[in-house]
C-alpha cells in the first residue's frame, strides 16, 4: 500500500529539519522551552511575519488548534467554523474539551471556505440571547480543508465581520506554508495586516515533525498562555526538539520551497486526470489537495494500491507533501487512467 | 552556567535514540500511530513488562500522567497523592483540567514516600460523604520526586489499600528506568505483579526525545482512551517520531543502562560530598537525584557556575542523567568542596 | 403585555405544590435530602413508574438534563439529539458543560421528532474513528419541542438502535407529563418498558415550582450521581422544598390533571383557528403547544399584546399551561381573527 | 433526634419568606429572570449596598460561590482560602468544577480567619513560575466556618495583599448576615468599601429558601456572567420564587433581625455552658456558631437526643439560626449539663 497522497503527514521529516534535530542535540539545555534554540526560533516566526507577536510550540495540530481558541473562548462561548472544517470534523471535540465546552456553530460555504455573510448571519442569529452559546471567535483554515485559499481580501472581509461583531479571529494553517505559496504573499498580508488575531502554524504537514506553533498578532490574547500550555500537557521538557526546526526551515525558505514542491504536485495530478472518463474534480486546485469523485469500480481497484481519505459529499482526497515525487505522481495517474479506462497518462507526457 | 544537574531532562537524546528516529525517517507511512514502527513499539513494552498491557505514546510526562488519570477519573472524583508530587507541586493543575475538576489529596512522608496507613486515612475520612471529593486513585511516583524508590512490596501494601477501597493505582514512572535499576528486578516486579493499574513510562528523563508511554495493565481501564488522547491533542501524526526509540531503548537495554548510569553519578556525588562542612544529604540516595542542605554562602558561590534547583522544604536538587559524566560530578564536587572551605573533593581520589 | 401563552413555565405554583410547600415548613429537618418530606417523594416515583429508580432532584431543567446525561457521558463522547432539541438551542453549551466537551450530534426530522433510521445513520457515519467524539447517548425529548409525541412503540424503536450501537437512551421530559396526557398510557410505556435509561421529569412546566427530577430507571448509571449532583450546585440545602409538591402532585394525580388541561387549551386553541386566512398551524397538535405561520402584519399587531415565542423555520409558539383558562384561549383567537380579517372566533361557538 | 442546632440551613422558611412566595404566586409572568418581581430584588440590594452592583440568583450557596469564582478564574488559576473554607471541605470540588480544573490553595489561620502575611506567603511561593496554578483569587468566608468575623478593617488588609497581587476578592457571604449583625456596620463596610470584588450573599441559612445572590460590586467581573449561570443551570424558569423573598428581608429588616437573633442565640449559648467540666468552647462566638471540645462519653449521650456535626480537630459544631428559641438553647444546656455532670444551667437563670 502506498501512502504517500493519503495525507500530507504521511510524509517524514525533510533533510532540513532532521539536520536542525541533530544539530540541537548537543549537551545539557535548560528545559521547558529557557533554552537559545527555542529563542532563536521565536525569533525567527517575528522575522517572518515582520511583527512582535507571541509564539508558542506545541506538539500536534489538534493542540495548537484547541489550546489557542482557549486562549479567549470560555465554556459559555461558541466558536464559527466552517462545518467542514478539521475543528468540528476531526479533532474529536478538542475545542469543546479544550475550552471547557465551548459550542462550535457550523456554517456552509463552497469548496470549504466562509463567506462573511454567512458568518454574519449565524452570529447575528442568537445575538444577545443567553440561552444559547454567546460567540467568540472565527476559525477559518487556511489553506482550507477543501485545498482551496482565501486571499488577503477574504480574510480580511471575514475580520471585519468579527470586529463588528467582538469576535476574534483564529487561523488553522496546518497548511498555512501552502497558502502562501498558492498566494505569492507575504505571510503577513494572510494574518495581521487582515486582521488575524491567533494562527496555528503548522509544522508537521510543512516537513517538520511533531511541531505546530501558536502565533499571537495580538499579544494581549497571549496572558497566562504558558500556563494554560503547560496545564494542557502541551508544554516540552526538551522543548529544543520542537523548536530546532523551525529557524532553518523558516529562514532559509525550506517552508515555501517544499509548500510551493506540494502545491505544484497536486497542480500536475489534476491536469494528468483531464478528461479522465467518470473522473471528476470537485474543487479548485489552489494548494496540495486534490478531491476528485469516482466511479465506485474505480475507487475500488484504486484503493487497493494506494491509500487516500474519502471525504463525507466530498469524494476522495489525494494530498501531496513535501516529498511527493514526480514519478509518484505519474504512477497515480497511470494506474486511474487504466482502472478508468481512459486515456489520461497521456496528457502528463 | 552548566546545566548538567539542573534536570535528567536538559540532557539531550542518547544516541540510540536519535539514530531511531533517523532510521524511522523514511518514506510515507500510515499516520496518526497506525504504522509499523509504533506497532513494533507497542510489543516491545509487551515483552518488557511480560504482560498484555495497553501503550500509548503522548508528548509529555504531564500529559501522560493526566490522561492516565482521566482515564478512570472523573470531575467528582480525588485523587491521593504525595504532597511533593510532581502531579501536585508541578504539573500546573493538569490532573484537575484533565479530570474536569478532580481534587488531588495531598498526603504526607518521609524521604516523598507515601505509607499505606496515611493514604488509608485521609481514603476513610470522608468515605461515603458526598459533600468532598471521592477518591478514585492513588498516584504514587517511582522513583520518587525525593530520589527514593518503593520496593515491590511497599508498591503491593499501598495496592491493597487501593483494593479494599475501590481506589486504582497509579505510577508516575518519569523515573520509572531509575527505580528498577535501583532494585535490580524485572519490571513486572515493580507493576502490575504488585497491583499497579497503570504506568506513565517516562521515555524523556531516560534519554529519549519527546515520548512518554502510558501503559494500562488493566486493559478495561483502556476503553475509549484512545478518543481521550485524540481529544486531549495528544495523538501525534507522526507518531513514529514518538515511538521509534522504544524498541531499541528497551529491547537492547539502554533504558537500564542509562538509568544505572545515571544513578552512579549520583552515588559518586554524595560520595565525593562526605564531611563537607555544612553540606548535608537530605534523602537517601536511591536513584538518580541528590538532595543537598546547603550553607547559604555556599548556595550563592555555586548558583554562579551551576544550574540546579530549590525544593521548597527539602534544599537543592542536582540530579544526574544518562549524560553525566564522571569529570562533571568531580567539577561540582571540587567546586562545593571549596565554596565549603572542606576537603571534600578528596574523598574521591 | 400578556404572558400567558408565553410558555407554561411563565404560569405561577398551581395551589397543590404551593400548599406541599407550605405544609413542608414545619420546624427543623435534615438538610440536603435526608429529609421524610424527599424521601416521601422518591418513594412517589417508584409508585408511578411502577419500578424501583433513583431519583433526584434539582432545580432546573438544564441542570437536569445536564446532569443526568453527564452521568454517563464523557468529554470524548457525543449525545445524538434532534437539531431543534432543547437541550442544543436553549441551555447555552449545557451539555458540553457538565460533560466536560461532549459534542451534540444533531439530526433533522419532521415535527420535532427523531426517527431510527436517521439516528441510526448519524451513530454509523464515524463509528470507530478516533478523530470524532464517540456516541454514548441518545436524547429524544417527549412531549417534543413541536409540541408532538413519541409513542411506546417509537421510543422502543429508537432504543433498540441505542442498544445495538452502544448508546444510552436519555429523555428530556421537560413535558413529560404533556405526553402521557396525549397518549393516556401508564408512565412506564413511555419510560422503562420501552427502553429508556434516564428521564427528566419537568416539575417547572406541570405546575410545580423550581424543581425536576431526574430519574434513572438503571440504577447502575446513578452510581456516584449523588457526587456529581452536589459539586455542581444543585444539592440544595433545603431540599424538602424541592420534593414537597411531588407526593401530591403524582400520587394524587394532579400532574396528569393538569397536563390534561393544557393539552386540552392547545387542542381548543387551534380548533379555534381553523380557517383563518393566512395562519397556518405548523405541527401537529398532540401536547400543549400549538405552533403557527403567521402574515408579518397579524404578528406585528398580535405580539402588542400577547407573548409568543418565534421559532426559527417553525413560526411562532403558543404555549398552554396548567392555568390557561378558556377565556384567555378565546381572547387570543378573537385577537388573531379580528388581525387575519377572518372569522375565525365563530368557530369556538 | 432534634434538628435544630444540626445547621442554619435545618430550619424552614420565616414567615417573611413564604408570605413572599405567596405574595409572588400570581399569574403568569416573563420567564427566567425578566420579571417585576425580580427586578424589584435587584433594586433591593443595590439600595442596601448603597451602590450600583449586579446581582444574580442561583438555587445554592455551592453555585453561588463556584459560579463568583468562575467568572474570572480559569482552569489553570488557583484559588487562595483557608484550610477550613466552605469551599475545600464541603463543596465536592465544586470551584475545581466550574473553573474546569482551578486549583485551591489552602492557608491555615487561627479560628478560622486568614491574614494578609499567610495569603501574600503563599501568594508569592510560587509566583511567575509557570509550572504551578496562578493564583487569581482570595476567597474568605464572612462569618467564618468556624463562627468568627471579620472587620472591614481586616478585609481591606487582605484587600490589599490581592491588590498588590492581581487577585480578585470574593467573599463567601453563607451567613454574612450574622457577620454585619455581629459588627453592627452598613453592609458597604464589610463588601466594596473594603474591597470586596464579588459576595455570595446567602438567603437559605438567613431565613429563605433556595435563594442565593451573587452581588459583583465591579461590574466589570459580571460580563458574560448570565450566560455563565444559564450554561451551568442556575437560570431558574421561574425566577421569581428565588428573589420574591428578598425586597422582603433586605429592605424590612428581617435579614438582619433574623441573624441578629441566631447570633445571640448562640451567645446565650456559650454563656450556658460556662463551667461545665470537660466542655471547652474553641473559637471566640461571634456569630451564630458554637464549637464546643466535648468529652467523649457526653457526646455519646448527647447525640442520640442532638443533631450536631463534629468537625475534623474543631471539636462539635452547634448552629443557631433564626428559629432558634430560648426553650431549645435551655434543653440543650440542660442536657449537656446532666452530661458532663456539672451545673451549667444554673448559669442561665
Known amino acids: ?104 456553530l457550523l456554517v456552509g460555504g463552497a469548496h470549504g471556505k466562509l463567506g462573511p455573510g454567512a458568518v454574519e448571519a449565524v452570529v447575528r442569529r442568537r445575538a444577545g440571547d443567553v440561552h444559547f452559546s454567546k460567540p467568540a471567535a472565527l476559525s477559518l483554515t487556511q489553506s482550507t480543508e477543501a485545498g482551496t485559499v482565501y486571499t488577503g481580501e477574504e480574510v480580511a472581509a471575514l475580520a471585519e465581520v468579527c470586529r463588528a461583531h467582538g469576535l476574534r479571529l483564529h487561523v488553522d494553517g496546518a497548511r498555512f506554508a501552502n497558502a502562501v505559496a498558492s498566494l505569492d504573499v507575504p505571510p503577513r498580508t494572510l494574518t495581521w495586516e487582515a486582521g488575524v488575531d491567533v494562527l496555528s502554524f503548522g509544522g508537521s504537514k510543512n516537513g517538520m515533525g511533531l511541531s505546530e506553533a501558536v502565533v499571537f498578532f495580538d ?42 514542491h506540494a502545491n505544484a504536485a497536486a497542480a500536475r495530478l489534476a491536469l494528468g486526470l483531464r478528461g479522465l472518463p467518470g473522473v471528476r474534480v470537485l474543487h479548485p486546485i489552489e494548494a496540495n489537495a486534490v478531491f476528485l469523485d469516482l466511479p465506485e469500480e474505480v475507487h475500488e481497484g484504486l484503493s487497493r494500491a494506494w491509500a487516500y481519505h474519502p471525504f463525507e459529499g466530498s469524494g476522495h482526497r489525494f494530498m501531496c507533501s513535501w516529498q511527493t515525487t514526480d514519478a509518484e505522481v505519474q504512477a497515480l495517474v497511470t494506474d486511474l487512467g487504466r482502472l478508468a479506462g481512459g486515456e489520461a497518462a497521456h496528457h502528463m507526457r
Not at 13 to 34: F, H, K, M, V
Not at 66 to 81: D, G, K, M
Not at 243 to 257: D, Q, T
Open 219 to 260: 499579544r494581549d490574547l497571549a496572558k497566562d498562555f504558558e500556563y494554560r500550555r503547560k496545564q494542557a500537557g502541551q508544554l516540552s521538557s526538551k522543548m529544543r526538539f520542537l523548536s530546532a526546526p523551525w529557524p532553518r526551515m523558516l529562514l532559509e525558505g525550506h517552508w515555501l520551497r517544499y509548500a510551493r
Open 1 to 104: 500500500m502506498n501512502h504517500s497522497f493519503a495525507s500530507d503527514n504521511a510524509a517524514p521529516l525533510c533533510p532540513e529539519a532532521l539536520r536542525a534535530l541533530e544539530t540541537a542535540n548537543q549537551g545539557a539545555a535548560p528545559s521547558y522551552g529557557d533554552d537559545a534554540v527555542t529563542e532563536r526560533a521565536v525569533e525567527a516566526f517575528k522575522e517572518l511575519f515582520e511583527t512582535d507577536c507571541a509564539v508558542y510550540f506545541v506538539s500536534t495540530g489538534t493542540a495548537a488548534n484547541a489550546l489557542a481558541l482557549s486562549a479567549f473562548c470560555r465554556s459559555h462561548h461558541a466558536i464559527v467554523c466552517h462545518e467542514g472544517a478539521h475543528l468540528q470534523t476531526d479533532e474529536c471535540g478538542a475545542p469543546e474539551f479544550f475550552t471547557g465546552g465551548a459550542k462550535l
